[in-house]
């Protein structure tokens, strides 16, 4: 089940503050940048690349994603790997809410 319109523009409004931090400076971003999309009841960070080969197309690379499962109350976190399938993210399987996702997302690799 999707989330539902509140939720919806909360967790736009909340991923838009965030991603508006971390882009990188307005002179690089048409090399490198920063994104994010709602999908149901899914958010995935995404990195907005040019090719290597060919500047003038673009390429996505999956960051995280967060599914929201609504009977439990719960967002359950991923990351996609080699596979290019979306794995949970065993170190943190599962927050309660979208701000603890992005708490998540930035403390850094051990």
């Given at each position: 089940?999707?989330?539902?319109?509140?939720?919806?523009?909360?967790?736009?409004?909340?991923?838009?503050?965030?991603?508006?931090?971390?882009?990188p400076?307005?002179?690089?971003?048409k090399?490198i940048?920063?994104?994010?999309?709602?999908?149901?009841?899914?958010?995935?960070?995404?990195?907005?690349?040019?090719?290597?080969?060919?500047?003038?197309?673009?390429?996505e690379?999956?960051?995280?994603?967060?599914?929201?499962?609504?009977?439990?109350?719960?967002?359950?976190?991923?990351?996609?790997?080699?596979?290019?399938k979306?794995?949970?993210?065993?170190?943190?399987?599962?927050?309660?809410?979208?701000?603890?996702?992005?708490?998540v997302?930035?403390?850094?690799?051990?």
């Amino acid at each position: 089940m999707a989330i539902s319109e509140f939720e919806e523009k909360r967790c736009e409004k909340l991923m838009r503050e965030y991603i508006e931090k971390k882009r990188p400076p307005m002179h690089m971003r048409k090399e490198i940048d920063l994104s994010f999309r709602l999908k149901d009841q899914s958010v995935e960070i995404f990195e907005i690349h040019q090719l290597w080969n060919d500047s003038s197309k673009l390429t996505e690379h999956p960051v995280a994603k967060a599914t929201y499962i609504k009977s439990k109350k719960i967002w359950k976190l991923y990351w996609q790997r080699a596979d290019l399938k979306w794995h949970s993210y065993d170190p943190v399987p599962e927050v309660n809410t979208l701000e603890e996702f992005i708490n998540v997302i930035e403390r850094p690799c051990k």
